[in-house]
């Protein structure tokens, strides 16, 4: 895949992922001061699985430019995370480690609201990885970019995205 291809392709993700941010901001701050209805519990939900669908569609695309096997075994969502945070075959990380927990919860709580009733998700369940959605998206995004503009400045990483 050329690298230009890629950031094209992870630059789209990045852009989607911001509007989903930029959208949830304003109910995630009523928040604050109040427990979400059920209407806001279901527009969460999806908002929280969309977000770790779009962080793990840049560590596809990603993995699939420095020609990476994409693993299909049955716990493929874990084994593309454990890829993303450096056990690829560039030994490099997608998104800084120290946000792996972050990025596991989120990946937990996707299979949770893929299998669950609306009403059995609780505001206890998922009021943290909320109120702290916008930070972990400020966070991700960055380590992304850098990602991004280490494969396009520096000549002995040329591999960096797939080159």
């Known amino acids: 895949m050329r690298l230009d291809s890629t950031k094209v392709k992870i630059n789209s993700e990045l852009l989607k992922l911001q509007r989903l941010i930029s959208e949830v901001i304003p109910v995630i701050e009523t928040l604050k001061q109040r427990e979400p209805n059920h209407i806001e519990m279901g527009y969460l939900a999806t908002t929280l699985q969309s977000f ?4 793990e569609r840049v560590g596809l695309i990603y993995l699939k430019s420095i020609g990476d096997r994409i693993p299909n075994e049955g716990h493929w969502h874990k084994s593309i995370l454990e890829m993303m945070f450096g056990s690829n075959s560039q030994n490099r990380e997608i998104i800084r480690n120290d946000l792996k927990k972050r990025i596991l919860v989120h990946l937990d709580i996707r299979h949770y609201i893929r299998h669950a009733y609306g009403f ?3 505001w206890s369940d998922i009021s943290e990885i909320v109120l702290n959605l916008e930070d972990t998206w400020s ?3 960055e380590d992304i970019e850098k990602l991004m503009e280490l494969g ?3 000549p002995q990483h040329s591999n960096v995205m797939g080159e």
């Open 120 to 122: 059995e998700l609780l």
């Open 52 to 55: 770790y669908s779009g962080i």
């Open 152 to 154: 396009k400045t520096s």
């Open 139 to 141: 966070k991700v995004k």
